[in-house]
């Protein structure tokens, strides 16, 4: 049974830095497209990062391009989100998920294995 369980969430200050890891199991992350969701209260899951499958292209969506980053490690079989220079907007319940297409998929309904999720607060 495949599972995918995020870790590294947690309470900082504006401009500060986590790092969150996504550890599968009965998948192989280099074998799947990987991306990281983000839900906020009352809002709807949206679409952070995703490396391709087979591949170290990845994609952001522009309220964190440049702040954070997507990466795999194959040995460990964990996807990680490096998220630098947090802002209070970035406070949210950040999701893993997988899909087997090779193709981006920035829609939660693109993927067919999610995570439990973790809580990220950004806040003074």
């Known amino acids: 049974q495949v599972q995918l369980v995020e870790s590294g969430g947690g309470l900082v200050q504006p401009g500060g830095s986590l790092r969150l890891s996504c550890s599968a199991s009965?998948?192989?992350?280099?074998?799947?497209?990987m991306a990281w969701f983000r839900q906020a209260p009352g809002e709807e899951r949206e679409f952070v990062a995703v490396?391709?499958?087979?591949?170290?292209?990845?994609f952001y969506s522009d309220s964190v391009k440049g702040r954070f980053t997507i990466s795999r490690d194959n040995g460990k079989n964990t996807v990680d989100l490096q998220m630098d220079s947090l802002k209070s907007e970035d406070t949210a319940v950040y999701y893993c998920?997988?899909?087997?297409?090779?193709?981006?998929?920035?829609?939660?309904?693109?993927?067919?294995?999610w995570g439990q999720g973790t809580q990220v607060t950004v806040s003074s």
């Open positions: 998920a997988a899909r087997a297409s090779g193709m981006k998929g920035s829609s939660p309904g693109d993927y067919k294995y």
């Open positions: 009965e998948l192989a992350v280099n074998m799947f497209t």
């Open positions: 490396i391709l499958r087979t591949s170290t292209r990845s």
